[in-house]
């Protein structure tokens, strides 16, 4: 069964810094999200993808976050400066045209030192 | 704008009793439902979708739940728990288009006694 795949499973970064979490979604997917989940908390949306621009944001993306999928393949979501709060568990998910048909990766969790 | 309440952050049963847990959802649209199972450090997991075909659905693992438009609920159950099926769970509604978001509720953590 086709998998969302993200990398890495696990980074860790100093506070200020910039990091891209990368996703490749199922390859003949058109909608693609990123959510974000503090620990112990729910899963909240942050940005949906579609056609090459964001299609819809939440809140929580501000400008310190962006996406961006540079080569028909990879869906990157980079966080610009860092934040001890954007310590999270980030997981990218896409869309097929099947009712509901979305799948989730593995995600990546983000610890910020 | 969409919500979905899951009724109790923690659930207790008995390994071989009955799980019930609970979710409302709110919507001005036709929905999509979902429940997702997440184990510990683990991503998350469908256990299965409403998606406007029979109200009872059945899913992975011996869970299934109902779709009630009346009661705008979502419940998840399984007749016979097993200490495996401890974890994190998750409701989560969309609109019935196939590219909205999810909109998870605050997650269930379901324990397992001996």
């Known amino acids: 069964e086709p998998e969302v795949t993200q990398t890495p499973s696990h980074q860790v970064t100093q506070m200020g810094q910039e990091v891209i979490l990368r996703c490749v979604p199922i390859?003949?997917?058109?909608?693609f999200y990123w959510y974000r989940q503090i620990l112990g908390q729910k899963v909240e949306f942050l940005v949906s993808?579609?056609?090459?621009?964001?299609?819809?944001k939440s809140e929580i993306f501000d400008d310190q976050f962006s996406v961006e999928r540079p080569d028909g393949s990879n869906f990157t979501l980079k966080i610009r400066s860092t934040k001890l709060e954007d310590s999270a568990m980030y997981f990218c998910?896409?869309?097929?045209?099947?009712?509901?048909?979305?799948?989730f990766g593995s995600g990546t969790r983000l610890t910020v030192v | 704008a969409q919500s979905v309440t899951q009724l109790g952050s923690h659930v207790s049963v008995s390994e071989g009793a009955l799980v019930l847990l609970r979710c409302n959802y709110s919507?001005?649209?036709?929905?999509?439902l979902f429940w997702y199972v997440q184990y510990p450090n683990q991503g998350l997991q469908l256990l299965l979708k409403y998606t406007s075909a029979a109200t009872l659905v059945k899913g992975i693992n011996g869970f299934e739940a109902e779709f009630k438009k009346s009661e705008t609920s979502f419940h998840l159950t399984k007749p016979s728990a097993h200490m495996s099926d401890a974890a994190e769970y998750f409701c989560?509604?969309?609109?019935?288009?196939?590219?909205?978001?999810?909109?998870f509720g605050k997650g269930t953590r379901l324990h397992i006694l001996p």
């Open positions: 989560a509604v969309s609109e019935a288009n196939r590219d909205d978001k999810i909109i």
């Open positions: 998910a896409s869309v097929s045209s099947q009712p509901g048909g979305y799948t």
């Open positions: 919507s001005s649209v036709p929905p999509y």
């Open positions: 390859s003949n997917h058109l909608y």
């Open positions: 993808f579609y056609n090459n621009e964001i299609s819809e």
